[in-house]
């Protein structure tokens, strides 16, 4: 389907960039317990993001609400609600919630905390273990950018996202990894999807996330 729900999509571009100008600006240090440093930097995390969008834009059905998945900063559900997605983050370190508050505050953006799925607030963050989530087809679109390998290697994750996932829903993945390499993985058996998806690898040229994976609810 032909990406048509946004008609000013010159301003939404504008926006992205202004916002990663800003974030080059900014002096903040953020702290988290894992070796992923790549999360450290949020102008380098939000140009991926961009160019991780840029190529999948046009494959998404036009969601308008998304959930997005293991959110850390909230690099990406930021990103989604500037391009008029109804987002909400959904990430279970507390201290990287509290963080994401203090570094949109420094761009003027305010995020909003809740404590259930609820759009109309977006862009927020919720607090929760994604696995705990009760809720059925309440979203068009689930991201995971640069996707956790926990997340991914873990079966209960894609029957949850199956049933938050409205009729055609998409899910987003994406990974430093290059295609070869999550093609083998996948040949290997090392990500297992649960009956009712399709899925399609893309290559993100130039681009700190290499990879991306759409999956189709079917």
């Known amino acids: 389907m032909e990406y048509l729900r946004h008609p000013n999509i010159e301003h939404q571009k504008q926006k992205v960039d202004e916002l990663i100008e800003k974030l080059g600006l900014i002096d903040i240090r953020l702290q988290q317990k894992t070796a992923d440093k790549e999360q450290l930097n949020p ?109 991914a290697i873990n079966p209960t994750t894609f029957h949850i996202c199956k049933r938050l996932l409205k009729k055609e829903g998409k899910i987003i993945l994406s990974t430093e990894a290059d295609k070869a390499a999550v093609e083998d993985i996948i040949n290997k058996g090392g990500f297992v999807l649960p009956d009712g998806f399709s899925y399609e690898i893309i290559d993100v040229p130039n681009n700190f996330e290499k990879t991306v994976i759409i999956l189709s609810k079917t």
């Open 43 to 151: 102008q380098e995390r939000m140009i991926s993001i961009k160019n991780v969008w840029d190529v999948v834009k046009t494959k998404l059905n036009n969601p308008e609400t998304a959930l997005d998945v293991g959110s850390g900063f909230a690099y990406g559900t930021v990103f989604l609600d500037m391009n008029d997605i109804q987002a909400i983050g959904v990430e279970n370190v507390y201290s990287k919630n509290e963080q994401a508050l203090e570094l949109f505050h420094e761009v003027g953006i305010i995020l909003n905390k809740v404590n259930k799925i609820d759009f109309s607030k977006s862009p927020a963050i919720l607090w929760s273990n994604f696995i705990k989530l009760r809720s059925q087809e309440v979203t068009d679109l689930i991201t995971m950018f640069y996707v956790s390998g926990e997340l």
